[in-house]
């Protein structure tokens, strides 16, 4: 059974900092693309950000040079860094497993997680 289980979300000031971790159980994050998703009320989910199983990262956009993806094979983790967080980062963030490494990413997925809050005041 796979199971993937976000942490870290939260209610921080804008500029503020946060770091978000999947855990994953069942399926070996090293293997196929993992990415981040959010979703804001209202809105459709968006990609935030992948990474391959060699590494190579992509970002939204709104995101690129504020937030960092990264994969611990030990751990079987992927992690969000989310620095100088801004009121319109505010959404539900939601851990992916075997999206596409391509721009914006299949939200067409194998496994999601259960997501987790972020909130960012102005």
């Known amino acids: 059974q796979v199971q993937l289980v976000e942490s870290g979300g939260g209610s921080v000031q804008a500029g503020g900092s946060l770091r978000l971790s999947c855990a994953v159980s069942?399926?070996?994050?090293?293997?196929?693309?993992m990415g981040w998703f959010r979703q804001a009320p209202g809105k459709e989910r968006e990609g935030v950000a992948v990474?391959?199983?060699?590494?190579?990262?992509l970002y939204a956009d709104s995101v690129n040079g504020r937030f960092s993806i990264s994969r611990d094979n030990a751990k079987n983790s992927v992690d969000l860094q989310m620095n100088s967080l801004k009121p319109e980062d505010t959404a539900m963030y939601y851990c992916?497993?075997?999206?596409?490494?391509?721009?914006?990413?299949?939200?067409?997925?194998?496994?999601w997680g259960q997501g987790t809050q972020v909130t960012v005041s102005s």
């Open positions: 069942g399926y070996t994050v090293s293997i196929n693309c």
């Open positions: 992916a497993a075997r999206t596409s490494c391509t721009w914006p990413p299949r939200t067409d997925v194998a496994y």
């Open positions: 990474i391959s199983p060699g590494g190579r990262t």
